[in-house]
Each structure stands twice: as structure tokens, then as C-alpha cells.
């Protein structure tokens, strides 16, 4: 399967312990994505990269939340000191990003955090 | 900031009915618009995209949308529904290299 690939796919964790989370783009793909989905919402941005650089992050994305891609390949996502509000799905996409050119991201099947 | 607005939050319909889900969304650059279905237990996919061109656009499984600018709409149809479109279906908009999702709209047919 050569689609984006999430690790763990659950994860239950008592509050207060740090959290980590592994994404897997497609291979050709330079930009990355986070975004975290609660039961009866859409998806929600969290932060993005373009190669190793994280562009942009969301207000979403407090002081507990890191998100590295150090060599522009996989990425991963660290919560530390998590709450019971940090339950949700942790959801990873992948796209190109080609100056100038339109692209669609593709999604993995995430995460799903529950803290207790 | 983008934003989409789905209305309808759950609809259940028989097979072979027809379908139409509404998405508005506010953005004021250059809009790419996106349909994601979300089957149960599966992942997000792409039902279909528009980024320029046509306005009405055919995706995947029967699926197609139209883009009405002067109403910022991209409402979701297919004329005849079958069992297996049961899924969850996410209207996006992209802006500043960012997707804004709405809320989904919770889609059940029945045999």
C-alpha cells in the first residue's frame, strides 16, 4: 500500500503521560499535514510542513504540542502532559506542493487518542 | 480564515433516492473546493475536487458538484443513491495552504 500510512492506530493514555505519533506520506509528497477530528466535527488544521520546515500552525496547536519532520521523509506528533480534551482523532495527510499548482491531500487512516 | 458550512447533519434516504448536500463556504482568495467521503471504518478519501474551469465537476462513484461563485456553494449530488453511499461526507475549502473542513453530513441509505 503505498498510500499515507498513521502509527499507533489507537492509543489510550492516562493523563498527565506524553504521547507520540508517527505519520508516513506518500513518498513524493513534500508537504505534510496534521489535523485533529472530535466526534462530530470536521477535521481540524493543526500544522503543516514543506519538506523538513513547519510552515504554519494552527492556534489549535497549544505549548504541549510538538510536530517534527527532521529529514522531510515521515513526521512525527508529541503531546505532552496530555488532557482528556486532547481526545480525538489525530488525523495525517500528505500532498505535493508545487508553486503556482493546485494539489488535494490525501489523508491516513489517523490516529485515535483517548486519555483517561 | 475559511470556513464551509454543511447543513443537514443527518440524512437517511432509500435506495435509489437522490441526493443533495449543501456546503456554503467563505473565503475570499482564489477558492479550491473539495468533497471527502468517510465510509465506516475507513479512511478520508477524495470524492471529488474543483479547482478551476467547468462548474460542475464529476467525481468518483456517480458523484458530482457544482460550483456557484456568486453564491460561494459547492452542493454535493447523485441521482440515485445505492446502500454502499453510507458514509460520512465532509465538504473543504482550501486557503493558505490549509484545508477548512464543515461538519460533515451523516448519510444513511437504506436497502
Known amino acids: 500500500d503505498t498510500g499515507v500510512s498513521q502509527d499507533p492506530r489507537h492509543k489510550i493514555t492516562k493523563r498527565g503521560q506524553n504521547v507520540t505519533f508517527r505519520c508516513d506520506p506518500i513518498?513524493?509528497?513534500?508537504?505534510l499535514y496534521w489535523y485533529r477530528q472530535t466526534l462530530g466535527q470536521g477535521p481540524e488544521f493543526l500544522t503543516y510542513?514543506?519538506?523538513?520546515?513547519?510552515?504554519?500552525k494552527s492556534r489549535l496547536l497549544s505549548d504541549r504540542f510538538s510536530a517534527e519532520r527532521p529529514k522531510g521523509s515521515f513526521s512525527t506528533l508529541e503531546i505532552q502532559r496530555t488532557e482528556q480534551g486532547d481526545s480525538a482523532m489525530y488525523l495525517c495527510?500528505?500532498?505535493?506542493?508545487?508553486?503556482?499548482?493546485?494539489?488535494?491531500?490525501?489523508f491516513g487512516p489517523g490516529t485515535r487518542l483517548t486519555v483517561t | 480564515a475559511q470556513s464551509v458550512s454543511q447543513h443537514n447533519h443527518h440524512v437517511i434516504l432509500s435506495e435509489a433516492a437522490s441526493l443533495e448536500l449543501g456546503c456554503n463556504y467563505s473565503?475570499?482568495?482564489?477558492?479550491?473546493l473539495f468533497w471527502y467521503v468517510q465510509y465506516p471504518g475507513q479512511h478520508l478519501q477524495l470524492l471529488l475536487k474543483?479547482?478551476?474551469?467547468?462548474?460542475l465537476v464529476k467525481g468518483i462513484k456517480g458523484f458530482e458538484a457544482e460550483f456557484i461563485k456568486s453564491k460561494f456553494s459547492f452542493n454535493l449530488r447523485k441521482p440515485s443513491v445505492q446502500w454502499s453511499d453510507t458514509a460520512e461526507y465532509f465538504c473543504?475549502?482550501?486557503?493558505?495552504?490549509?484545508?477548512?473542513f464543515g461538519k460533515g453530513n451523516q448519510v444513511v441509505v437504506i436497502p
Open positions: 473543504a475549502v482550501r486557503g493558505n495552504n490549509r484545508l477548512a
Open positions: 510542513f514543506q519538506n523538513e520546515a513547519q510552515l504554519e
Open positions: 513518498s513524493e509528497h513534500n508537504r
Open positions: 474543483y479547482f478551476s474551469g467547468d462548474p
Open positions: 473565503y475570499g482568495g482564489t477558492v479550491n
Open positions: 495527510a500528505s500532498s505535493l506542493g508545487l508553486a503556482g499548482s493546485p494539489y488535494e491531500q490525501y
